[in-house]
């Protein structure tokens, strides 16, 4: 199987892994993992093995999530929830700056605190596809982003392999699932079983390895490594929903007066909600704030979206003033022009757009209704819609 | 250099027809009104104050929908008396809850409820002050966000644009790392459709939003009302959805009367 020599894998027991939250936080790390609030799974800190959602998983579909009940106890056994690591790398809001006016000097306060170092727990294989999208758009170039860089620098990742996935999931059309490759410290395959329960662990890095030696004693024996293998197969056979990224650069390129546009326009709600919980994302807008006797500002960024008016605002107003417009830029630069930019595309597949739009759009089914009506006009003989 | 001391800028506070609790918000905030104090004369707020100077006023804040013959007339001083005419609160921005009676028979309301029905002098309909006189700014919610207040304050008197979104409520939802209420529990949720402002309020209290600050920028409400009904709401629910405190706003009416047609 891929990158992973059966040789380096090794086997935890549950106990076992309890004692990975104590290595990780005697080594300095603030643990964040899954755990169970308001009706899902999100991501947070804990403390112990006992907040992960043991025995829970998700139920997905397009504009529909649902927490359930599993027969086992598997801690891993869901996909992905409403939020992404994104929450800690590149926070919803964060204060840039503080000022102070004494007559007439200005004083620029001593702004963020440096954040905790922190340890990932959970993190699946679309979602260290995005942190390394995100990596690359706002440390990959002579522009670093600083806020992302001091929250970025020295986390400590705890993969795990999917062994379920849900309908919404399409990351074997996007290459980055559900097997993680690579961007890890340690690597979990849960096996879960009536009589049985336990973890095969691989390291991705010296820090890794490290941490493994602390935990583990036990090589993983061939004949449990190949169940692991089996369970992250399983995953892969149970992804139904595709995504065709032939040429799709070309096809959103030239179709950007395909009636589709109009078609989900009238379902969008220009919501952003889209946006907001996709973990590839990244675009901020920056707002001063200043007190009403002028001696207090502060500096602000926060979340933006393509999906909103003042997004595109210039002199004079909105460039994309409808929905059409927004929608359109959205997909079209996640899918396409994100290729140009950055060189890869901007979709990892994870499904929380499709999820968690509150009317259900699905961007697969939105690139196959132009692909197969730009299929049958071209093989009617006429090409761009 | 001229000897004479600026004069402080006059704020004053009006009311129509209203429940005061927009008024109180300025009231209410605590930790700024001493200085709301400090950089305006604040000339004329009855609900405060029982000093009352006259206009001109630098910014009047208007509270409150024009609900009779005789506020149709204030309004239109007031106009003149304000340089900055600012409107506070659902009631002065769409009509209030008060405007659901634009749907039913007034007449008949005062026959049934007062006992001397000559008395009563109404118009037929609850409108927003923009219906009547320019308005510089209107501030939404029901009631408004006493930071939202404060910000649209400093804002003007410091002349830069205030940072009062227009988009969705769930921006604010999600920032605050919010579950989204409708695709977890299948909770009918105004707030795709509703104007950021109150912090997600409802939603981060397990409740859909009901609509308090009014129709966002470019609100799809007959793509939500689709969505309400695979929530299994009915077609009363929505309308009775939308009639709430922004119903007059005209894309709301738009939504209820569609769905009360429906
Ligand atoms: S576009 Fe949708 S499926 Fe793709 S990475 Fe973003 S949220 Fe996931
Ligand atoms: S696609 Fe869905 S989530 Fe995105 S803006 Fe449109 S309605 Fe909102």
Known sequence: ?385 | MSSRVKRKPRIAVFKFASCDGCQLSLLDAEDELLAVAGAFDIAYFPEASSTMLRGPYEIGLVEGSITTYHDAQRIQEIRHQCKSLITIGACATAGGIQALRNWKDVDEFIRVVYATPRYIETLKLSTPIAEHVPVNFELRGCPINKHQLIELITATLAGRKPNLPTYSVCIECKRKSNVCIAVAQGVPCLGPVTQAGCGALCPSFNRGCYGCYGPMESPNTESLSSQFRILDQSNADITRAFRGFNAWAWQFRKASEESERA
């Open chain 1, 1 to 385: 199987m891929d990158g992973a020599s059966v040789a380096e894998r090794s086997l935890l027991t549950l106990q076992q892994l309890e004692h990975l939250i104590l290595v990780l936080h005697r080594r300095g790390y603030e643990v964040i993992g899954p755990l169970v609030r308001d009706g899902a799974i999100v991501y947070d800190v804990v403390d112990r093995l006992s907040d992960l959602p043991a025995g829970w998983t998700d139920e997905q579909e397009a504009g529909r999530y649902r927490l359930q009940r599993r027969n086992d106890g598997a801690l891993f056994g869901y996909v992905v929830g409403p939020q992404s690591w994104k929450k800690y790398l590149h926070p919803g809001e964060v204060r840039l700056l503080a000022a102070e006016r004494h007559g007439q000097t200005l004083r620029i306060l001593n702004n963020e605190t440096t954040p905790p170092r922190r340890a990932f727990l959970g993190v699946r294989a679309c979602e260290l596809a995005a942190i390394a999208v995100q990596d690359r758009v706002l440390l990959g170039d002579r522009y670093r982003d600083s806020v992302y860089a001091s929250r970025r620098e020295g986390i400590f990742i705890v993969a795990v392999n999917c062994t379920q996935a849900a309908p919404t999931c399409f990351c074997t059309s996007m290459g980055t699932g559900p097997r993680v490759r690579s961007g890890y410290d340690l690597a979990l395959t849960e096996l879960v079983g009536p009589d049985k329960h336990e973890f095969v662990v691989e390291a991705g890095s010296e820090a890794g390895a490290e941490v493994s030696r602390e935990l583990a004693r036990a090589t993983a024996a061939e004949d449990v490594c190949q169940q692991a293998d089996a369970a992250v197969e399983r995953a892969a056979s149970q992804i139904k929903r595709r995504m065709d990224t032939t040429n799709i650069r070309e096809l959103l390129y030239s179709n950007f007066d395909h009636p589709r546009w109009d078609n989900v326009a009238q379902r969008c709600l220009t919501c952003a909600n889209c946006t907001m919980v996709c973990p590839t994302c990244f675009c901020t807008t920056v707002e001063d704030v200043s007190d009403i006797t002028g001696t207090h500002a502060q500096r602000w960024r926060k979340w933006d979206s393509c999906f909103t008016q003042n997004f595109s605002y210039i002199h004079g107003g909105s460039v994309r003033s409808s929905g059409k417009s927004r929608y359109r830029q959205w997909m079209t630069h996640k899918l396409a022009s994100w290729i140009d930019q950055f060189g890869s595309s901007g979709c990892v597949g994870c499904g929380r757009c499709i999820s968690w739009c509150p009317v259900g759009i699905d961007i697969t089914e939105e690139v196959r209704a132009i692909r197969e009506s730009t299929t049958s006009s071209k093989e009617s003989g006429h090409g761009n819609s």
